[in-house]
C-alpha cells in the first residue's frame, strides 16, 4: 500500500509540475508593454494598422468586429485589443472583466467616405456637416448617443422623400456610431446618414457589412457612401475621397482585468 501511494504521489508531483503550473500573467499598463504581445484588433481599421506599423514583435490577429476580439481577450486567446475609444467604453462597460488601459494613442478623425471623383456628393455632405455644427444638431446627436448619465435616447427617424435612394455603407458593430438595436440599425452615423439623405433630397438605405468590404463596395458602385466611424488616412485618400471631418477619436488598449 505504501508503494502504491507513494507512487500515486509522485505521479500527482509530475502532474502539477507540467499540467498545473500557473500560467505566467500578462501586464499591459502602456502601448509600449504591447510589444511582443498576441493582440486583437479589427480588421480593416486603424488599430490593425498601429498595431502592425508601430509594435515590435507583436502577433496580430484580426476580427470582423471589436466585440468578437473582446469576447477571444475574455476567453484568454489573445493579450490585449487595440480599438477606437468609444466603442472600446461600450464593450468595457458591458464587460467587467475588462478594463481599458490608461493610456491613449494614435489621434484620429471620422469623415464621410465618397466614390472618388463625385464632387457633387462630396459639396452636398460637407455641406450638411457644416449645417449641423452650425445649428446645434450636431450637439444633440452627442447628447443622444453619448450623454454624460450613460442614458442613449435614440432620435426619431425622419421622414425621407424623393425618386432617388442613397446607399449608406456601414459596419453595424461598432456602438455608438452604428449598431443593431432590436431589428433597426442605428447610431450617430445612421441619424447623420438620414440628415444628409434629407438635404440631399432623396430616400436613405442602409448597407450593412464587414468593415473591410465598405471601400471595395463603394468602388464598386454598390453603396454611395461610407459612414462607420471611418478614420481619414493617407492610404484610404488613395481610394477615395473624404468628407471634412466630423468627429475626432484615439486608439486605446483594452485588457483583462
Known amino acids: ?21 500557473k500560467k505566467e500573467k500578462v501586464v499591459i499598463n502602456r502601448a509600449d508593454d504591447l510589444a511582443g504581445k498576441k493582440i486583437g484588433v479589427q480588421a480593416g481599421t486603424t488599430g490593425e494598422w498601429w498595431v502592425t506599423d508601430n509594435v515590435k514583435d507583436a502577433t496580430v490577429v484580426s476580427f470582423k468586429t471589436g466585440i468578437d476580439a473582446a469576447m477571444d481577450l475574455m476567453n484568454g486567446n489573445i493579450d490585449a485589443v487595440v480599438l477606437d475609444e468609444l466603442p472600446a467604453k461600450e464593450i468595457v462597460a458591458k464587460n467587467r472583466k475588462l478594463d481599458i488601459v490608461k493610456d491613449k494613442f494614435a489621434r484620429e478623425e471620422y469623415a464621410i467616405a465618397i466614390k472618388k471623383g463625385n464632387t457633387e456628393l462630396v459639396d452636398s455632405i460637407n455641406k450638411t456637416i457644416e449645417k449641423i455644427k452650425s445649428n446645434g444638431d450636431y450637439e444633440y446627436l452627442v447628447a443622444s448617443f453619448m450623454p ?15 425618386n432617388k435612394t442613397l446607399k449608406l455603407g ?4 461598432f456602438p455608438p456610431f452604428e449598431y443593431v438595436e432590436g431589428s433597426k440599425i442605428v447610431g450617430f452615423d445612421i441619424t447623420m ?15 450593412d457589412m464587414a468593415f473591410d468590404s465598405l471601400i471595395p463596395a463603394l468602388a464598386s458602385g454598390a ?25 475626432e477619436s484615439e486608439q486605446v488598449i483594452i485588457i483583462r482585468k
Open 1 to 21: 500500500m505504501k508503494k502504491i501511494i507513494a507512487v500515486l504521489l509522485t505521479l500527482l508531483l509530475v502532474f502539477c509540475v507540467t499540467g498545473c503550473a
Open 148 to 162: 454624460i448619465d450613460g442614458q442613449v435616447v435614440i432620435p426619431t427617424d425622419l421622414e425621407l422623400t424623393g
Open 170 to 173: 456601414t459596419n453595424a458593430a
Open 193 to 207: 446618414g438620414q440628415k444628409i439623405a434629407q438635404d440631399a433630397g432623396t430616400k436613405l438605405e442602409v448597407v
Open 223 to 247: 453603396i454611395d457612401f461610407i459612414a462607420a466611424g471611418m478614420s481619414v488616412t493617407e492610404e484610404r485618400k488613395k481610394n477615395v475621397d473624404f468628407s471634412v471631418p466630423y468627429f
